[in-house]
Protein backbone atom coordinates (compact mmCIF):
# COMPACT_ATOMS: atom_id res chain seq x y z
CA UNK A 1 0.00 0.00 0.00
CA UNK A 2 2.97 2.26 0.53
CA UNK A 3 5.38 0.82 -2.00
CA UNK A 4 4.92 3.64 -4.52
CA UNK A 5 6.77 5.90 -2.52
CA UNK A 6 10.47 5.72 -2.65
CA UNK A 7 12.71 5.15 0.91
CA UNK A 8 15.07 8.07 2.06
CA UNK A 9 18.53 5.87 1.50
CA UNK A 10 17.13 5.86 -2.48
CA UNK A 11 18.19 9.58 -2.62
CA UNK A 12 21.73 10.86 -2.69
CA UNK A 13 23.43 12.11 -0.03
CA UNK A 14 23.08 15.53 -0.87
CA UNK A 15 19.48 15.14 -1.24
CA UNK A 16 18.97 13.89 2.32
CA UNK A 17 21.08 16.50 3.93
CA UNK A 18 18.63 18.70 2.26
CA UNK A 19 15.80 16.71 3.15
CA UNK A 20 16.96 17.19 6.87
CA UNK A 21 18.36 20.57 6.99
CA UNK A 22 14.56 21.63 5.62
CA UNK A 23 12.91 19.05 8.37
CA UNK A 24 14.75 21.36 11.19
CA UNK A 25 12.68 24.42 10.24
CA UNK A 26 9.43 22.98 10.93
CA UNK A 27 7.23 23.48 13.54
CA UNK A 28 6.59 20.11 15.39
CA UNK A 29 3.62 18.73 17.07
CA UNK A 30 5.07 18.93 20.66
CA UNK A 31 6.10 22.63 19.60
CA UNK A 32 2.66 23.43 18.08
CA UNK A 33 0.47 21.58 20.61
CA UNK A 34 2.70 22.30 24.14
CA UNK A 35 4.89 25.02 22.99
CA UNK A 36 7.98 23.39 24.07
CA UNK A 37 10.66 20.39 22.63
CA UNK A 38 9.66 18.37 25.37
CA UNK A 39 7.10 17.55 27.90
CA UNK A 40 7.20 15.13 30.56
CA UNK A 41 4.77 12.52 30.94
CA UNK A 42 2.80 11.43 34.06
CA UNK A 43 3.20 7.77 33.86
CA UNK A 44 0.66 6.82 36.89
CA UNK A 45 -0.09 3.42 37.26
CA UNK A 46 2.18 1.95 34.37
CA UNK A 47 5.04 3.11 36.07
CA UNK A 48 4.61 0.04 38.77
CA UNK A 49 3.04 -2.16 36.39
CA UNK A 50 5.69 -1.74 33.68
CA UNK A 51 8.21 -2.19 36.71
CA UNK A 52 6.58 -5.10 37.83
CA UNK A 53 6.49 -6.75 34.03
CA UNK A 54 10.55 -5.91 34.04
CA UNK A 55 10.77 -7.85 37.26
CA UNK A 56 8.60 -10.98 35.49
CA UNK A 57 10.10 -10.43 32.17
CA UNK A 58 13.64 -10.82 33.99
CA UNK A 59 12.91 -13.77 35.78
CA UNK A 60 11.06 -15.42 32.63
CA UNK A 61 14.32 -14.73 31.35
CA UNK A 62 15.97 -16.29 33.77
CA UNK A 63 18.21 -13.87 34.87
CA UNK A 64 16.76 -13.99 38.22
CA UNK A 65 14.69 -16.50 40.19
CA UNK A 66 12.64 -14.06 42.66
CA UNK A 67 11.40 -10.45 42.30
CA UNK A 68 14.51 -7.85 43.60
CA UNK A 69 14.64 -4.13 43.20
CA UNK A 70 15.41 -3.25 39.67
CA UNK A 71 18.21 -1.06 41.25
CA UNK A 72 20.03 -3.65 42.85
CA UNK A 73 19.89 -5.47 39.19
CA UNK A 74 23.64 -5.56 38.30
CA UNK A 75 24.60 -7.76 41.62
CA UNK A 76 22.67 -10.61 40.16
CA UNK A 77 23.84 -10.19 36.80
CA UNK A 78 27.24 -11.50 35.10
CA UNK A 79 29.74 -8.78 33.86
CA UNK A 80 29.73 -10.47 30.46
CA UNK A 81 25.73 -8.93 30.01
CA UNK A 82 26.56 -5.95 31.12
CA UNK A 83 28.75 -4.76 28.90
CA UNK A 84 27.76 -2.57 25.98
CA UNK A 85 27.67 -3.21 22.18
CA UNK A 86 28.42 -0.92 19.63
CA UNK A 87 25.35 0.48 19.51
CA UNK A 88 25.74 1.41 23.34
CA UNK A 89 23.37 -1.38 23.86
CA UNK A 90 24.08 -3.56 26.55
CA UNK A 91 24.02 -7.29 25.93
CA UNK A 92 21.33 -7.68 28.67
CA UNK A 93 19.08 -5.26 27.04
CA UNK A 94 19.33 -7.08 23.77
CA UNK A 95 17.22 -9.87 25.37
CA UNK A 96 14.29 -7.79 25.69
CA UNK A 97 13.95 -7.62 21.76
CA UNK A 98 11.39 -10.47 22.70
CA UNK A 99 9.43 -9.93 25.53
CA UNK A 100 5.77 -11.55 26.32
CA UNK A 101 2.11 -11.31 25.88
CA UNK A 102 1.54 -9.57 29.51
CA UNK A 103 4.56 -7.29 28.86
CA UNK A 104 2.91 -5.92 25.88
CA UNK A 105 -0.71 -5.87 26.76
CA UNK A 106 0.65 -3.81 29.55
CA UNK A 107 2.64 -1.43 27.14
CA UNK A 108 -0.70 -1.06 24.93
CA UNK A 109 -2.94 -0.28 27.59
CA UNK A 110 -0.22 2.42 28.61
CA UNK A 111 0.23 3.66 25.07
CA UNK A 112 -3.93 3.74 24.45
CA UNK A 113 -4.98 5.37 28.33
CA UNK A 114 -2.14 7.40 28.68
CA UNK A 115 -0.27 8.97 25.58
CA UNK A 116 -3.05 8.10 23.22
CA UNK A 117 -6.00 9.54 25.24
CA UNK A 118 -4.74 12.11 27.56
CA UNK A 119 -1.36 13.33 26.03
CA UNK A 120 -1.80 13.25 21.93
CA UNK A 121 -5.50 12.52 21.20
CA UNK A 122 -4.50 11.90 17.68
CA UNK A 123 -3.77 8.43 16.21
CA UNK A 124 -0.49 7.59 15.72
CA UNK A 125 1.86 4.79 14.58
CA UNK A 126 4.43 3.74 16.92
CA UNK A 127 7.71 1.58 17.27
CA UNK A 128 6.57 -2.23 18.24
CA UNK A 129 9.44 -3.45 19.56
CA UNK A 130 10.50 -0.67 22.39
CA UNK A 131 13.82 -0.10 22.97
CA UNK A 132 15.00 -1.93 26.57
CA UNK A 133 18.31 0.31 27.88
CA UNK A 134 19.91 -1.44 31.01
CA UNK A 135 22.79 0.57 32.05
CA UNK A 136 24.92 -1.27 35.18
CA UNK A 137 27.09 0.58 37.13
CA UNK A 138 31.19 -0.01 35.27
CA UNK A 139 29.61 -1.57 32.15
CA UNK A 140 32.77 -2.38 29.95
CA UNK A 141 32.99 -0.03 26.62
CA UNK A 142 31.04 2.68 28.62
CA UNK A 143 33.40 4.78 27.02
CA UNK A 144 30.65 4.70 23.92
CA UNK A 145 29.16 7.41 25.63
CA UNK A 146 28.41 10.59 25.19
CA UNK A 147 26.89 9.47 22.16
CA UNK A 148 25.65 13.07 20.77
CA UNK A 149 22.88 12.00 18.20
CA UNK A 150 19.17 11.59 17.22
CA UNK A 151 17.76 9.27 15.90
CA UNK A 152 16.99 10.93 12.81
CA UNK A 153 20.83 9.26 12.03
CA UNK A 154 19.01 6.58 11.88
CA UNK A 155 16.86 7.25 8.65
CA UNK A 156 13.89 8.68 11.02
CA UNK A 157 11.67 11.58 10.21
CA UNK A 158 11.85 14.95 11.44
CA UNK A 159 8.84 14.62 12.57
CA UNK A 160 9.12 12.20 14.98
CA UNK A 161 8.27 12.22 18.35
CA UNK A 162 10.66 10.21 20.90
CA UNK A 163 9.48 8.80 24.40
CA UNK A 164 11.88 7.68 26.97
CA UNK A 165 10.57 6.18 30.17
CA UNK A 166 12.79 5.62 32.84
CA UNK A 167 11.91 2.61 35.26
CA UNK A 168 14.04 2.86 37.81
CA UNK A 169 14.48 5.55 40.99
CA UNK A 170 17.33 7.73 40.16
CA UNK A 171 19.76 7.42 43.08
CA UNK A 172 22.91 9.46 41.87
CA UNK A 173 21.13 10.78 38.86
CA UNK A 174 19.56 9.29 35.65
CA UNK A 175 22.04 10.50 33.54
CA UNK A 176 19.93 11.95 30.28
CA UNK A 177 21.20 15.12 28.47
CA UNK A 178 18.97 16.64 25.68
CA UNK A 179 19.68 19.88 23.95
CA UNK A 180 16.59 21.88 22.66
CA UNK A 181 15.39 21.82 18.86
CA UNK A 182 16.99 25.15 18.41
CA UNK A 183 20.64 23.95 19.46
CA UNK A 184 20.07 20.70 17.58
CA UNK A 185 19.51 22.69 14.68
CA UNK A 186 23.11 24.43 15.08
CA UNK A 187 24.86 21.08 15.90
CA UNK A 188 23.29 19.32 12.88
CA UNK A 189 25.07 22.43 10.99
CA UNK A 190 28.14 21.82 12.40
CA UNK A 191 27.95 18.76 10.72
CA UNK A 192 26.73 20.01 7.37
CA UNK A 193 23.18 17.85 7.68
CA UNK A 194 24.74 14.96 7.18
CA UNK A 195 22.75 13.50 10.00
CA UNK A 196 23.59 9.83 8.92
CA UNK A 197 26.89 10.11 9.71
CA UNK A 198 26.59 10.56 13.15
CA UNK A 199 26.27 6.52 13.41
CA UNK A 200 29.84 6.41 12.79
CA UNK A 201 32.06 6.43 15.87
CA UNK A 202 35.04 8.90 13.95
CA UNK A 203 32.11 10.96 13.09
CA UNK A 204 30.43 11.43 17.09
CA UNK A 205 34.00 10.38 18.87
CA UNK A 206 35.81 13.69 17.04
CA UNK A 207 37.21 15.59 19.71
CA UNK A 208 35.70 19.11 17.76
CA UNK A 209 32.46 17.36 17.52
CA UNK A 210 32.67 16.55 21.35
CA UNK A 211 33.48 20.25 22.20
CA UNK A 212 31.05 21.76 20.01
CA UNK A 213 28.18 19.46 21.60
CA UNK A 214 28.78 19.38 24.90
CA UNK A 215 27.71 23.05 26.28
CA UNK A 216 24.24 22.82 23.77
CA UNK A 217 22.63 19.83 25.76
CA UNK A 218 21.43 19.90 29.76
CA UNK A 219 20.57 16.95 31.97
CA UNK A 220 17.02 16.61 32.19
CA UNK A 221 15.54 15.19 35.62
CA UNK A 222 12.77 13.01 35.05
CA UNK A 223 11.32 12.27 38.17
CA UNK A 224 9.70 8.67 39.28
CA UNK A 225 6.95 8.02 37.58
CA UNK A 226 7.56 10.18 34.79
CA UNK A 227 8.96 9.57 31.22
CA UNK A 228 10.03 12.23 28.61
CA UNK A 229 8.31 13.25 25.19
CA UNK A 230 10.82 14.71 23.32
CA UNK A 231 10.73 16.58 19.33
CA UNK A 232 12.73 13.82 17.52
CA UNK A 233 14.96 16.24 16.06
CA UNK A 234 16.89 17.24 19.63
CA UNK A 235 20.11 15.72 20.30
CA UNK A 236 20.31 13.52 23.24
CA UNK A 237 22.66 11.24 25.38
CA UNK A 238 22.41 8.77 28.00
CA UNK A 239 25.19 8.95 30.35
CA UNK A 240 26.52 5.27 32.44
CA UNK A 241 25.85 5.24 36.03
CA UNK A 242 27.88 4.68 38.67
CA UNK A 243 26.18 3.73 41.31
CA UNK A 244 22.73 1.72 40.59
CA UNK A 245 21.50 -0.66 37.84
CA UNK A 246 19.25 1.92 35.51
CA UNK A 247 16.13 0.47 33.41
CA UNK A 248 14.28 2.47 30.57
CA UNK A 249 12.07 1.73 27.94
CA UNK A 250 11.94 3.99 24.89
CA UNK A 251 10.29 4.00 21.85
CA UNK A 252 9.51 6.24 18.67
CA UNK A 253 5.72 7.92 17.30
CA UNK A 254 4.49 9.37 14.35
CA UNK A 255 0.72 11.01 14.26
CA UNK A 256 -0.51 9.13 11.23
CA UNK A 257 -1.39 12.34 9.52
CA UNK A 258 1.88 13.16 9.30
CA UNK A 259 2.95 9.50 8.15
CA UNK A 260 0.34 9.18 5.14
CA UNK A 261 1.24 12.98 4.15
CA UNK A 262 4.83 11.92 4.08
CA UNK A 263 6.51 11.27 0.13
CA UNK A 264 9.21 9.22 1.50
CA UNK A 265 9.57 5.82 3.30
CA UNK A 266 11.67 6.57 6.44
CA UNK A 267 13.67 3.63 7.52
CA UNK A 268 15.44 2.30 10.50
CA UNK A 269 19.15 1.14 9.79
CA UNK A 270 20.50 -0.09 13.15
CA UNK A 271 23.23 -2.35 13.69
CA UNK A 272 20.77 -5.13 14.56
CA UNK A 273 18.14 -5.01 11.77
CA UNK A 274 17.08 -2.86 8.77
CA UNK A 275 13.48 -2.03 8.72
CA UNK A 276 10.72 0.28 7.25
CA UNK A 277 9.29 2.59 8.91
CA UNK A 278 5.99 1.08 8.19
CA UNK A 279 3.03 -0.56 9.85
CA UNK A 280 3.59 -4.05 10.83
CA UNK A 281 6.88 -3.64 10.16
CA UNK A 282 9.17 -1.18 12.54
CA UNK A 283 5.88 -0.09 13.61
CA UNK A 284 2.80 -1.88 15.14
CA UNK A 285 0.13 -2.82 13.14
CA UNK A 286 -2.41 -0.72 14.52
CA UNK A 287 -2.53 2.85 15.42
CA UNK A 288 -3.06 4.37 19.36
CA UNK A 289 -6.46 4.39 18.50
CA UNK A 290 -7.66 0.46 17.54
CA UNK A 291 -5.36 -0.84 20.47
FE1 LIG B 1 18.47 8.05 20.58
Keep these: MHTHKPTLFSFSKQTIKDHYRVGYQKTGWLQKEYNSDYIFVDLEKYYFNLRDQIAQLLIYKRFINQTIQLEELHDYVPEEFKQYGHDGISKIGTFFYETNAQFIKTLHEFIHHILYKKIIKLPFLFQATPTFRIH ?6 AEFFPHFHTDLALGHPPYEINLWIPLTEKRSGHGFYLATVENSNKIARFIDYDIPSLMDDTVFRNQHYLAFCKPKLFEINVEKGWGLMFDGRCFHTAM ?10 DFRIVLQEDFVKAELIYENRGIRKQLLLLPNDYYYSLTSADL
Design 240 to 249: PISDHTRISI
Design 136 to 141: CPNSAN
